[in-house]
C-alpha cells in the first residue's frame, strides 16, 4: 500500500504526526474497499510509530502487534 510508503518518508523526515495519519488513511482504505492484505503491516507500523511518537503507548503499541501477528497467520504470511 503507497500509504504504508508514505507513512516511512514521514517517519524518516521525523514527521510521526503525518505518518500516523497516512497509517490511519490506509488502514480507513483498507476498511472500505476490503483491501485486508496490507492491514498487519499498516497495524505494525501504528505500533512503531506509536511507540516513536508517544512514551506510555507500550500497551497500545503491543496490541497492535499482536493483531499485525494474529492477521499475518490468518494470511499465511
Not at 503525518?18 to 497509517?23: K, P, T
Not at 502487534?65 to 490468518?74: D, G, L, Y
Amino acid at each position: 500500500m503507497i500509504l504504508g510508503g508514505v507513512a516511512d518518508d514521514y517517519q524518516a523526515a521525523g514527521r510521526l504526526t503525518e505518518a500516523l495519519a497516512a497509517v490511519d488513511g490506509g488502514l480507513a482504505y483498507s476498511s472500505e474497499y476490503g483491501m485486508a492484505f496490507w492491514d498487519a503491516e499498516l497495524l505494525r507500523q501504528r505500533g512503531e510509530l506509536l511507540l516513536a511518537q508517544e512514551r506510555g503507548a507500550q500497551r497500545e503499541a503491543e496490541a497492535l502487534f499482536h493483531k499485525a501477528v494474529e492477521i499475518a497467520r490468518q494470511q499465511e504470511a
